[in-house]
């Protein structure tokens, strides 16, 4: 089966893992899957495609102008048909924009979207507006896909304004890559500080796109509330985006500035998980973040907010600490339990490896994946 998966990628973050997990995967068992990423005309920065031709992934570049761009839609789908794909697979607004409205019987090839979640926590802004567009075109597509079972409780899917509804759990290999493993990925001087950073003192670290929904403010004030407890640790943020200014001004009120590290972003972020003591999500919204499946696949221990799928993903709290979003004492509480009591970290984290290998390896993500396009060919 040849499968066309469409992306607007910023960078290597949850979706375009998820993404590349699955296309390799699906390599693997003998289909012929192709990265399509669009980019605007001058954006030339391009981790995509650099990770994707690493592990052997065919990937195409369409560049077009931002927008409900017609002709680029167009381009995407001469090419699908040029190629004689079986499924195009969008991942994320615009694919499912561009794509979604144009009819079945121009299109010809069956479409079908994953959602990945939703980052709009605004009454209005443009991704609101964005979200707004993706939702009206999942009634157009051939099927839509969640990554956790809790987004059919929201008002796109509960009023059933979609044929055909599937749910298929994010995945990523079972075992760490080689690189990872052995921190091979790590180099120059930015890594370097990062190991240094860590080396000082037990570190608490998070990753994530710097951007409102991911709460890292929350996450610095409940921070901030155990140095002043007195306890020695350090804080690594891995990740860039537009809260950066906003982020750097919390810390430099607090006087957080030896004890938190905002590095950016970096390739290959996992491999700093092996340096942290706990790992940290603090989201508003989430779908189900590959950061988790990675902790959890690395023994770190978790605390979350109960947002998105995590709370199914971690048992509850069974193999995690769950706390409410917008609530920076109890995240607080929740790093310091962790911090306070080795056999409860190491019992929380011995059963989240055992839940990811049984249920969040990228083979089974795959395997669903099959099911759901032979339902719909």
Known sequence: MKILHIIDSAGLYGAEMVLLNLAEEQAKIGHHPVIASIREKDEFDMPLEEEASRRGLDAVTFR????PNLLGAWSILRYARAGKFDIL???GYKGNILLGFMPRSIRKIPLICTVHGWTSTDTWSMIKLYEWADSLSHKYL????LVHKAMLDHPSFARKRVSKVFVVNNG???QIPEDIERSSCISGPIHEKILEFCSRSRTIGAIGRLSPEKGFDILLEAFHTMIAKGYDLNLLIVGDGPERRKLEEIIARRNMNDRVFLPGYVAQASCYLKHFSVFVISSLTEGLPITLLEAMRAGVPVVSTRV??????????SAGILVDPCNSDKLAEGMCAL??????ADNLSKRA???FINSFSSKIMAENYIHVYNDIV
């Open 64 to 67: 077009m102008l931002d927008g």
């Open 353 to 355: 490896e055992e839940r």
């Open 142 to 145: 051939d099927a839509v896909v």
């Open 89 to 91: 697979h969008s991942h």
């Open 308 to 317: 998105g799928g995590i709370e199914e993903v971690i048992g509850g709290g």
């Open 339 to 344: 911090i306070c009591d080795d056999e409860l």
């Open 172 to 174: 990523i290999p079972s």
